[in-house]
């Protein structure tokens, strides 16, 4: 079902070169979803909403261990992210480590990553 374009309620978080967020929204426009979009390059990472999403998440789906920014961290860094305080302090440091997109849909939900057979179920 395609929903008609409206009020945005569900936003998109990430960045705009990431082409995992670049095949998010054109996923959730091609599906007639409409939704903001949060650029942590010029808008920051939102502390409150980031601790929210470890809250209901938890810390470790946000931190993209695979990711190059995590790679690039010396060892040293990496073993200091052992609890929610300390993953928060990296990815406000560094938006880049947190897994692309984290989505918070109008109903409610909360996402990270993009999956399109679990959004499928959304539209």
Request: overall charge positive.
């Amino acid at each position: 079902m395609i929903r008609p374009m409206s009020n945005p309620k569900t936003t998109v978080y990430g960045i705009p070169n990431c082409d995992t967020v670049k095949r998010a929204r054109a996923w959730l426009t091609g599906h007639g979803i409409a939704h903001e979009f949060h650029d942590y390059k010029k808008q920051g990472v939102p502390e409150a909403r980031l601790a929210a999403w470890s809250h209901t998440l938890g810390w470790e789906p946000l931190v993209n261990r695979k990711g190059t920014t995590w790679r690039k961290l010396d060892a040293a860094e990496q073993s200091r992210v052992q609890d929610a305080a300390s993953a928060q302090a990296l990815m406000l440091a560094n938006p880049s480590v947190i897994k692309r997109p984290v989505v918070e849909w109008a109903d409610g939900g909360l996402t990270v990553g993009f999956d399109p057979a679990q959004w499928q179920e959304r539209a």
